[in-house]
């Protein structure tokens, strides 16, 4: 482990990767990034993961954590913890024999900034 040390952004500073698909259509190369991040949340197990992560006290979670809720092998965990880190959901870090994970939140930021909508006016009828 290094000793750089990275700025803490807080959540006002974090850079937005792409405007509402309802302002703009996506370019081809943000739709494949992203698509990588939905392909990975796809999956229920994965989805858990990522949630039992997020909401670990102190926002990081052991590995020796995550495998319990689950009525999968170990092995499987770290299959599905690996997609989530090579889809940019997660960070990693080997402590020891055990690998602590975290949420990234820039890529929530990118995944919630894509899917923001302005709030609908009020119809008679409902929704639409």
């Not at 858990?48 to 092998?73: K, M, N, Q």
């Not at 080997?94 to 909508?117: H, Q």
Request: charged residues 20%; glycine residues 8%.
């Amino acid at each position: 482990m290094s000793n750089l040390e990275l700025p803490v952004l807080g959540p006002d500073d974090a850079p937005a990767c792409c405007s509402p698909l309802v302002r703009e259509p996506l370019d081809e190369a943000a739709a494949v990034d992203l698509a990588k991040m939905f392909k990975a949340l796809s999956d229920p197990v994965r989805l858990r993961l990522l949630s039992l992560i997020a909401s670990h006290e102190g926002g990081e979670a052991c590995v020796c954590d995550l495998t319990g809720p689950f009525d999968v092998s170990q092995p499987t965990i770290s299959h599905h913890l690996k997609v989530l880190r090579e889809a940019g959901l997660v960070g990693s870090e080997r402590r020891g024999t055990w690998v602590y994970y975290w949420v990234l939140p820039a890529a929530l930021t990118r995944l919630s900034a894509l899917l923001d909508t302005p709030a609908a006016p009020a119809t008679a009828g409902g929704s639409r």
